[in-house]
């Protein structure tokens, strides 16, 4: 696609498409391609999926058949309209093309026999390369097609991590994310360009403190088709003191000090909410409280 990642409600969503014909002596060989298709369709895990839809690639830039200029575009955007949740995809198209095989097609006087007797063929119709999963493979989507995530809001960076540490007895050393889950933490995608997490203050933390700033991934446009250049952006806070909550400052990757915001934990919430927007370099401190609402009766029962 020429994005690197989808969000609902994202237009100009063309997909792309790139083939190569290859002989059995792996020699790309030109090849004639026939009304080459895409197919998708819009699922949420196992609660909602839509119907399939099909976009022809524009003819236009069909122009050639040989291996190096290949690369088709959608003659339409892509319906993203529907909501957060998976895009399952596949591609479909017939090829007019030579067919090579090593093995010689007649029969030999002697066993074992060669050659494919009557169950062979030389036709090739159509070439998919529909994903084959079961419902078994647990795919994140619930399907068993070929997916990408639309996202709740607009980014071109793939992920936001939070990097710091925390306070043990008031010294500094331990990880923030060997605290959580030991794992690095990744923050959630919120908004167009709005990253938030909620760090857990247990009551063992109060008085603790945490410093921190942001690492991103990000994906750009290279000049190829199907290819993004891939770098990793650094923000660091304007200031060290976060003197009360709630608190906004300023983020940048070109600070020469190079500062993590320091915040103190206290017990007047369970978690302190981090939002980060990396299209203006700035984040956003406040308290949150967790509530479980599951555990919540309807006000209307009985």
Not at 114 to 134: F, H, K, L
Request: aromatic share 14%; proline share 4%; no cysteine.
């Amino acid at each position: 696609m020429n994005v690197p990642f989808l969000s609902d409600g994202m237009t100009n969503v063309l997909p792309f498409m790139s083939f190569a014909f290859l002989t059995n002596s792996s020699v790309p060989t030109a090849a004639k391609i026939l009304n080459p298709t895409f197919h998708y369709r819009w699922r949420y895990l196992n609660q909602q999926v839509g119907e399939w839809k099909s976009i022809p690639f524009d003819p236009a830039t069909i122009t050639s058949t040989s291996y190096d200029t290949t690369n088709l575009v959608g003659a339409s955007g892509i319906d993203l309209n529907v909501g957060t949740g998976d895009l399952e995809y596949f591609f479909e198209a017939g090829v007019d093309a030579p067919y090579y095989a090593y093995r010689d097609y007649a029969y030999a006087s002697v066993l074992p026999t060669v050659g494919y007797g009557d169950n062979w063929t030389e036709e090739i119709s159509a070439i998919t390369n529909r994903a084959t999963y079961t419902v078994a493979a647990a795919l994140p989507s619930g399907g068993t097609d070929w997916f990408v995530r639309i996202r709740e809001g607009e980014s071109d960076f793939a992920t936001i991590t939070l990097v710091g540490e925390v306070t043990t007895n008031g010294a500094w050393g331990v990880d923030m994310h060997t605290v959580e889950n030991n794992e690095r933490i990744k923050m959630e995608l919120v908004d167009d360009h709005t990253w938030r997490y909620h760090y857990y203050i247990p009551t063992n933390a109060i008085g603790e403190r945490i410093r921190f700033h942001f690492e991103g991934v990000k994906y750009a446009t290279g000049d190829e088709p199907f290819k993004f250049n891939i770098s990793t952006n650094v923000w660091y806070a304007n200031s060290t003191n976060v003197p009360y909550l709630p608190y906004t400052m300023a983020a940048s990757g070109s600070l020469a000090d190079k500062n993590n915001a320091v915040v103190e934990l206290d017990g007047s919430a369970t978690h302190l909410q981090i939002d980060f927007n990396d299209e203006v370099g700035t984040f956003a401190l406040s308290r949150g409280s967790y509530q479980n609402f599951n555990m919540w009766t309807d006000a209307n029962d009985g």
